[in-house]
């Protein structure tokens, strides 16, 4: 009986449990709503009448206890209630739970700890589920701030209510963001509100830090909706009481930057950091719950700002970034403003609208020297990156250098800590912000327009670039006398300086090349069979085809061999539409594949590659089965009528099967390839070719380099590359530059008035052809330049160019640029050995460059004359002429090479030598060179350049050893020697250089033994440095670290000893997790090292001190006798101390830097230790809740919030 009655118990809490959810669910449908309520997990669940407490009758409810968990789900977002009861009214959509209960609300995914918005534990809660409204009793609340690293809100209260806008009361609640046990601080109130959009509102609220009251606040309200105008309101000592305001007529404010100064401000501590669409309610902009994952960031905003001293701003910015392809960018920017001059009034940095005799000036602006009622600031930018049309436009309009100081230092958010606590520091205003001296006009652009259907004749035709600016610089206005004179913003204006516009244009184009279809078809003349109903032969045959037989015609039925991808070239061509269309790349793959049997890698899979567009490795291509018993005889005979090249290989599958090739087909073959060689070089494999490919390049697919190079190699002849091409770049530039000399005063600047008009034309024309020969074993390039240019000032100003003297230096400059030449340059490079892994560095170079003909100006400025000269073989006509030859080796990759070479005549001769070599465990490169020089007296004589050399060796356990040394071939004579060893954070070197030799003299100091240097020891050092990667120790756990850095640095002078010097940094920093960081640093230097060693040095004077150095090191530590550290030559540079006490929600910063300074006292200098000190204070939540006491010079200062430490 017992087990019976179980059975049943079990089977009514599971129909309960299904009867509790199925109707929800209904319930949910009919009435519209996306609302579902699941259980999740009960240990019982029992149906239950109970009397209704407001009809007095029964009611049907279900309980379910013992780890109860229910999650309803509204569409917008989850929720969980867990319990150990939990009782559902389903005919009121009531959710009452008692006994340890969680409630937590999140996104449509969230429910684990951490993710959810929201999270209630308390006693006892009740909900209704239809209108998302609670009641919560003795617990606490914590919700999230919606800032990535910031603390949640925690709020207990003997009771809250949450209603469905999200908004949600407490009753005697305790706010923080400190999870501690005990706070470190609280804000407690008789009333909290905390609304959608991070608001915050209290009644009777009183600020504890620690368990001491701070402060009382009658009523708080932080509004997340934001004013319509945004105002902001504040004092400063130059402009006086302010209200600034900006208006979005579109768009919206953008979150305030992680970096910026409002991050750490009281609005950042309450605002969730995101952007939320807004909507407009009266004069308020209130957050929807829509969060804006990518705001736009168009804008189109109205300024308008008072101050009580200065006088009004009014002004519009906007930016936009049209959805149409051109232009990609809009901004405009206009400011207006209407204001008075300042004047000091005393010393303190405060100012009046009234002069000395009380009167008041209001201020002008000025445009092209019109007066204007208005001072102005502006800017119109637009910019387009269309690859046809690019544009790029900035014009900035400004009255005068001072308006950018005296109207931009505004925001659009109110710092209320700033406010409150730092307003002395607000009152001097923004020092960063600084007065104008300059602007400029810019438009830049181009014009590339699509010409391939004019290829390869044209290949661009182009206004490569064009662009026009106008420079403003400023001046004195000398119109304005008295207190005007330095005080008025008109004391200075803006001037036109000059006006460029510019344009160039740009034709190329090709006029002969070998990679044109008539160059290629030209090789092909003998091997053009039709191929049309040919199948491929490099593939396995496809007997679904039906397009090999001859008898059974095409298949143009079910298309499939093209589905395939391995079908016959027939099929793809008649599915196309057009010959030759869908030929697969990989023709020649299976035959190049070393036979490698891969049964996971199919022809139909690479076929699939290609139609996807994807290209395949050159390992997927060699893992390819070469298929030898697939072909048929027949397919051979086609490779034989299409002209490919044979390697070992093909030739043993041809012998087997009966087929020769005579040498004039292989030559032909050969010849083929060669053409096409370019194109399979440079990717490991081309696409499907296009229907007008010839019938032979169908079956040419590309080839991996080094199997290409391979086929060419085993040819015996082969047909070189070879363009002739054409580029034409004229170009237009004007110049007109103002006349400032008469403009005294913004009246009377003019547009009109110039003191020159410029402009150059320039028509330069190339002729390039390039030829080269079998993967560039012969390559020889030659162009033909032509340089025309003329150029005129044709005005010159008489008021600024008085003199004849000035006019005809302008003219003669002008004579001298308009001039033109034909030029010529060429370069042969021959590579012997280019197709061989291990000659290829082999080369022999040829260079020349120089003038045909050009025009020169021979003339005077009274009398102008150009003479045409051809060219003679002097320096005056050429430019370059050289011949280089390397001679050299590649190993294993390592690249040994000897380089000569040499300028040959007309220029001034010269040989040069270089020779670089490597190997695993080392380098070494030298080189010199011997050329003629001209001297001082006109003549000619050899000189030779230094002999430089320089080894590396690369040494076991991370050591490497270098040597440096250079010779004086003229002199005959070494020059420097240096010697380097390093390893990690250890180095040491040696020197040996040409240096003049010196005597230690008493009373004298170091004086110098004749001017002729001497060959000798010049320095040593070592110097050893673990500040990047310090030695660090950690115990507890990992929760104490502690590092110790150094850099050390010895270094002695061999030629003057007494100048050697030691220099030691060291720096220990102890952490505690979460607790504190403690770092010491010094720095220390000793520059008596020689003292120590004057015996060993055979100083000639005796220098007093110490000598034993380990005594002297002692001395320097002796802190309880003064003369002791005085005479010790260890002398402390710096001594610093930092230490940063992490108190949870605070964070207090101690630094200490001691240095010695220089003082003289009664005639007297001494050195005096000058500590200073500083100690902050700073909130973490809100930053600019920071107090800093500061020590320096004897001067002790306090300030509040907004001071840097």
């Given at each position: 009986m017992p087990r019976f009655r179980l059975t049943l118990r079990i089977l009514f809490s599971a129909l309960s449990a299904w009867a509790a959810v199925f109707p929800a669910v209904l319930a949910a449908q009919e009435d519209g709503e996306k609302r579902t309520v699941t259980v999740e997990s009960a240990y019982t669940v029992e149906s239950e009448n109970v009397p209704d407490e407001l009809t007095g009758s029964?009611?049907?409810?279900?309980?379910?206890?013992?780890?109860?968990?229910?999650?309803?789900?509204?569409?917008?977002?989850?929720?969980?209630?867990?319990?150990?009861?939990?009782?559902?009214?389903?005919?009121?959509?009531?959710?009452?739970?008692?006994?340890?209960?969680?409630?937590?609300?999140?996104?449509?995914?969230?429910?684990?700890?951490?993710?959810?918005?929201?999270?209630?534990?308390?006693?006892?809660?009740?909900?209704?589920?239809?209108?998302?409204?609670?009641?919560?009793?003795?617990?606490?609340?914590?919700?999230?701030?919606?800032?990535e690293d910031a603390d949640p809100f925690i709020v207990r209260a003997e009771a809250a209510g949450r209603d469905s806008g999200s908004t949600i009361a407490f009753r005697n609640g305790v706010l923080t963001s400190c999870d501690a046990e005990e706070p470190h601080?609280?804000?407690?109130?008789?009333?909290?509100?905390?609304?959608?959009?991070?608001?915050?509102?209290?009644?009777?609220?009183?600020?504890?830090?620690?368990?001491?009251?701070?402060?009382?606040?009658?009523?708080?309200?932080?509004p997340g909706d934001e004013m319509v105008f945004h105002p902001v309101f504040g004092y400063r000592n130059r402009e006086g009481f302010f209200v600034q305001t900006t208006t979005y007529l579109y768009g919206q404010k953008p979150p305030p930057d992680p970096g910026s100064e409002e991050s750490g401000s009281l609005s950042n501590f309450l605002d969730s950091g995101a952007a939320y669409r807004q909507e407009r309610d009266g004069l308020f902009l209130r957050n929807t719950a829509e969060r804006l994952t990518d705001p736009d960031p168009d804008y189109f905003k109205l300024k308008l700002d008072a101050y009580s001293g200065l006088g009004v701003l009014a002004g519009i910015d906007g930016s936009f970034t049209p959805d149409a392809r051109?232009?990609?960018?809009?901004?405009?920017?206009?400011?207006?403003?209407?204001?008075?001059?300042?004047?000091?009034?005393?010393?303190?940095?405060?100012?009046?609208?009234?002069?000395?005799?009380?009167?008041?000036?209001?201020?002008?602006?000025?445009?092209?020297?019109?007066?204007?009622?208005?001072?102005?600031?502006?800017?119109?930018?637009?910019?387009?990156?269309?690859?046809?049309?690019?544009?790029?436009?900035?014009?900035?309009?400004?009255?005068?250098?001072?308006?950018?100081?005296?109207?931009?230092?505004?925001?659009?958010?109110?710092?209320?800590?700033?406010?409150?606590?730092?307003?002395?520091?607000?009152?001097?205003?923004?020092?960063?912000i600084t007065t104008e001296t300059s602007f400029d006009w810019r438009?830049?652009?181009?014009?590339?327009?699509?010409?391939?259907?004019?290829?390869?004749?044209?290949?661009?035709?182009?206004?490569?670039?064009?662009?026009?600016?106008?420079?403003?610089?400023?001046?004195?206005?000398?119109?304005?006398?008295?207190?005007?004179?330095?005080?008025?913003?008109?004391?200075?204006?803006?001037?036109?300086?000059?006006?460029?516009?510019?344009?160039?244009?740009?034709?190329?184009?090709?006029?002969?090349?070998?990679?044109?279809?008539?160059?290629?078809?030209?090789?092909?003349?003998?091997?053009?069979?039709d191929l049309q109903r040919l199948s491929n032969p490099f593939l396995p045959p496809d007997p679904t085809a039906g397009v090999t037989e001859p008898e059974n015609g095409p298949d143009t039925g079910n298309g499939t061999a093209a589905e395939s991808g391995t079908g016959g070239i027939a099929a793809e061509q008649e599915s196309a539409g057009e010959p030759g269309a869908g030929a697969l790349p990989e023709i020649l793959a299976l035959l190049l594949a070393e036979a490698e049997d891969d049964p996971e890698f199919t022809v139909e899979e690479l076929a699939e590659q290609y139609r996807e567009g994807e290209t395949p490795e050159i390992a997927d291509l060699l893992r390819l089965r070469a298929a030898e018993e697939e072909l048929a005889a027949r397919d051979l005979a086609v490779l034989q009528s299409a002209g490919v090249t044979l390697t070992g290989t093909e030739r043993a599958l041809l012998a087997a099967s009966g087929i020769e090739l005579t040498g004039e087909e292989e030559a032909e073959i050969a010849a083929v390839l060669e053409a096409a060689e370019e194109e399979l070089a440079a990717a490991v494999v081309t696409r499907a070719?296009?229907?007008?490919?010839?019938?032979?390049?169908?079956?040419?697919?590309?080839?991996?380099?080094?199997?290409?190079?391979?086929?060419?190699?085993?040819?015996?002849?082969?047909?070189?590359?070879?363009?002739?091409?054409?580029?034409?770049?004229?170009?237009?530039?004007?110049?007109?530059?103002?006349?400032?000399?008469?403009?005294?005063?913004?009246?009377?600047?003019?547009?009109?008035?110039?003191?020159?008009?410029?402009?150059?034309?320039?028509?330069?024309?190339?002729?390039?052809?390039?030829?080269?020969?079998?993967?560039?074993?012969?390559?020889?390039?030659?162009?033909?330049?032509?340089?025309?240019?003329?150029?005129?000032?044709?005005?010159l100003s008489d008021r600024v160019y008085a003199s004849e003297a000035s006019r005809n230096s302008v003219l003669l400059s002008d004579w001298r640029n308009s001039v033109f030449s034909l030029q010529t340059d060429n370069e042969l490079r021959v590579r012997p050995f280019a197709r061989s892994e291990?000659?290829?560095?082999?080369?022999?170079?040829?260079?020349?460059?120089?003038?045909?003909?050009?025009?020169?100006?021979?003339?005077?400025?009274?009398?102008?004359?150009?003479?045409?000269?051809?060219?003679q073989w002097d320096d005056a006509f050429v430019d370059e002429h050289s011949l280089s030859a390397v001679i050299g080796l590649d190993v294993a990759g390592y690249e040994e090479k000897l380089t000569v070479s040499s300028d040959l005549s007309p220029l001034l001769r010269s040989y040069g030598a270089g020779l670089e070599l490597s190997w695993f465990f080392g380098s070494f490169a030298a080189n010199g060179a011997y050329q003629e020089e001209e001297n001082a007296a006109g003549g000619l004589e050899w000189l030779w350049d230094p002999l430089t050399a320089n080894v590396s060796w690369y040494l076991p356990l991370g050591f490497t050893f270098s040597q440096e040394y250079t010779h004086d071939m003229n002199e005959e004579e070494p020059s420097t020697l240096s010697v380097r060893l390093a390893h990690s954070k250890f180095s040491a070197y040696y020197t040996v250089n040409n240096a003049i030799q010196y005597t230690l003299k008493e009373g004298q100091g170091w004086v110098a033994e004749g001017a002729e240097p001497q060959f000798k020891p010049y320095a040593c050092g070592i110097s050893w440095s673990n500040i990047a990667q310090p030695f660090r120790l950690q115990f507890w756990k990992n929760r104490i670290t502690v590092q110790a850095g150094f850099n050390a640095g010895l270094e002695f002078n061999l030629v003057r000893q007494t100048e050697s010097n030691f220099n030691f940094t060291p720096e220990i920093t102890v952490q505690i997790h979460d607790i504190f960081d403690l770092t010491f640093r010094s720095t220390s230097t000793n520059s008596v090292l020689a003292r120590y060693f004057q015996k060993w040095m055979g100083l000639p004077v005796e220098i007093p001190g110490e000598r034993n150095i380990l005594v002297d090191l002692a001395k320097s530590f002796n802190f309880w006798d003064a003369q002791d550290r005085r005479e010790s030559g260890f002398k402390l540079k710096t001594l610093?101390?930092?230490?940063?006490?992490?108190?949870?929600?605070?964070?207090?910063?101690?630094?200490?830097?001691?240095?010695?300074?220089?003082?003289?006292?009664?005639g007297r200098p001494r050195y005096e230790f000058s500590p200073e000190l500083a100690f902050s204070v700073s909130w973490n939540p809100v930053s600019d809740v920071r107090a800093t006491a500061k020590s320096e010079d004897g001067r002790f200062t306090l300030s509040a919030a907004g001071t840097d430490d």
């Open positions: 029964e009611k049907t409810v279900t309980v379910f206890r013992g780890g109860a968990v229910i999650s309803v789900s509204d569409g917008d977002g989850i929720f969980r209630i867990s319990a150990d009861e939990i009782i559902y009214d389903r005919a009121r959509e009531m959710l009452e739970a008692r006994g340890n209960v969680r409630y937590e609300r999140g996104g449509a995914v969230s429910g684990e700890e951490g993710e959810s918005g929201e999270i209630f534990r308390g006693g006892a809660m009740l909900f209704n589920i239809a209108k998302m409204q609670g009641v919560f009793l003795d617990g606490v609340f914590t919700r999230d701030s919606g800032q601080w609280t804000l407690r109130a008789s009333r909290i509100w905390m609304l959608p959009g991070n608001e915050l509102a209290l009644l009777n609220g009183i600020l504890f830090i620690g368990p001491l009251p701070v402060f009382y606040v009658p009523f708080f309200y932080y051109w232009p990609d960018s809009v901004s405009i920017a206009a400011d207006a403003g209407f204001s008075r001059t300042l004047y000091p009034l005393n010393s303190a940095g405060f100012y009046s609208p009234y002069a000395q005799d009380g009167t008041r000036r209001k201020d002008y602006g000025w445009m092209g020297g019109m007066r204007l009622p208005f001072r102005y600031r502006g800017n119109f930018a637009l910019t387009s990156d269309d690859p046809v049309f690019s544009l790029r436009l900035s014009m900035p309009f400004v009255s005068d250098p001072y308006f950018k100081q005296d109207f931009t230092d505004r925001s659009e958010t109110l710092n209320w800590v700033d406010f409150l606590m730092n307003q002395s520091e607000l009152a001097q205003g923004d020092d960063d438009l830049y652009g181009s014009f590339t327009p699509d010409v391939s259907f004019l290829s390869p004749w044209i290949t661009s035709l182009s206004v490569s670039s064009f662009s026009a600016e106008v420079s403003f610089s400023s001046m004195r206005n000398r119109a304005l006398s008295g207190e005007d004179l330095t005080y008025a913003p008109e004391r200075s204006f803006f001037y036109p300086e000059y006006f460029r516009p510019a344009v160039s244009f740009r034709a190329a184009g090709t006029l002969l090349s070998s990679e044109t279809p008539a160059a290629r078809s030209s090789l092909q003349e003998k091997a053009a069979p070719p296009s229907a007008g490919t010839t019938p032979a390049e169908r079956f040419l697919p590309a080839l991996p380099a080094g199997r290409a190079g391979e086929l060419a190699m085993s040819s015996g002849s082969g047909v070189g590359r070879y363009s002739l091409t054409w580029d034409f770049t004229p170009s237009f530039a004007y110049e007109s530059n103002f006349d400032v000399t008469a403009w005294t005063e913004p009246g009377d600047v003019s547009f009109r008035d110039f003191s020159s008009l410029f402009y150059r034309i320039q028509t330069p024309l190339r002729l390039l052809g390039d030829y080269s020969w079998s993967r560039d074993t012969v390559h020889f390039s030659s162009g033909l330049n032509f340089y025309n240019t003329v150029e005129d000032h044709f005005y291990m000659l290829y560095p082999v080369e022999i170079g040829w260079n020349f460059t120089g003038d045909i003909l050009h025009k020169e100006f021979t003339g005077t400025a009274a009398d102008p004359a150009w003479e045409v000269r051809w060219m610093e101390m930092e230490m940063n006490h992490y108190l949870h929600d605070w964070t207090a910063t101690f630094k200490a830097v001691i240095t010695p300074e220089l003082r003289t006292e009664g």
